[in-house]
């Protein structure tokens, strides 16, 4: 699956990056030099649609993974009251408002403490992955079957339902006006 979506998805974004250096706002610019800015925006608006559930929880994942860290269990995040649950996102969605609004140093503060954070926690998932068999040496493999028949994707008609697919419409239709872009220059 990496290299059928993540290689291929990485060497189209580096490649329009290259293209439309100048380019302040990401996918919206590209679409717009590419399709015009009618579609431009149903690109930024899509964007900003699909992600708006992606991002309200956040907060939620981030109080279950502290859970987590101080309990070992999440039994008693799982039986907190929702609306305190709610109310603490809260206020932590208004906190980091509040932070971003400081200024762009606290961000690149905040994104060097959470890349660093992921390049560290990267590095030690390796070493817990070559270290697991030594440290439960009577675990049992599973097995995973990757014939060509589990690989396919079932279809199903529940997923026209959901945001996701306006973002794989605007995906498909941007990378269909680059090629249209790439075949008028020849």
């Given at each position: 699956?990496?290299?059928?979506?993540?290689?291929?998805?990485?060497?189209?974004?580096?490649?329009?990056?290259?293209?439309?250096?100048?380019?302040?706002?990401?996918?919206?610019?590209?679409?717009?030099?590419?399709?015009?800015?009618?579609?431009?925006?149903?690109?930024?608006?899509?964007?900003?649609?699909?992600?708006?559930?992606?991002?309200?929880?956040?907060?939620?994942?981030?109080?279950?993974?502290?859970?987590?860290?101080?309990?070992?269990?999440?039994?008693?995040?799982?039986?907190?009251?929702?609306?305190?649950?709610?109310?603490?996102?809260?206020?932590?969605?208004?906190?980091?408002?509040?932070?971003?609004?400081?200024?762009?140093?606290?961000?690149?503060?905040?994104?060097?403490?959470?890349?660093?954070?992921?390049?560290?926690?990267?590095?030690?998932?390796?070493?817990?992955?070559l270290a697991a068999?030594?440290?439960?040496?009577?675990?049992?493999?599973?097995?995973?079957?990757?014939?060509?028949?589990?690989?396919?994707?079932?279809?199903?008609?529940?997923?026209?339902?959901?945001?996701?697919?306006?973002?794989?419409?605007?995906?498909?239709?941007?990378?269909?006006?680059?090629?249209r872009e790439n075949?008028?220059?020849?």
């Amino acid at each position: 699956m990496f290299l059928l979506y993540f290689v291929p998805y990485a060497l189209m974004v580096g490649e329009l990056g290259a293209v439309f250096k100048e380019s302040e706002g990401g996918v919206s610019s590209w679409v717009d030099a590419t399709m015009g800015p009618k579609i431009a925006y149903y690109a930024g608006w899509t964007y900003w649609a699909c992600h708006v559930a992606y991002i309200s929880s956040k907060g939620t994942g981030g109080l279950r993974a502290l859970a987590w860290a101080v309990f070992q269990s999440v039994d008693k995040f799982d039986a907190m009251n929702t609306m305190l649950v709610q109310g603490v996102t809260f206020i932590l969605f208004v906190f980091f408002c509040w932070l971003a609004s400081r200024g762009l140093s606290v961000l690149k503060l905040l994104a060097t403490i959470a890349g660093s954070t992921m390049f560290i926690m990267s590095i030690l998932y390796i070493l817990l992955m070559l270290a697991a068999p030594v440290l439960n040496p009577h675990a049992n493999l599973l097995s995973v079957d990757l014939s060509f028949k589990h690989l396919l994707p079932s279809f199903n008609v529940n997923y026209f339902t959901s945001l996701s697919i306006l973002h794989f419409i605007i995906n498909l239709s941007f990378c269909g006006g680059r090629l249209r872009e790439n075949l008028a220059l020849r």
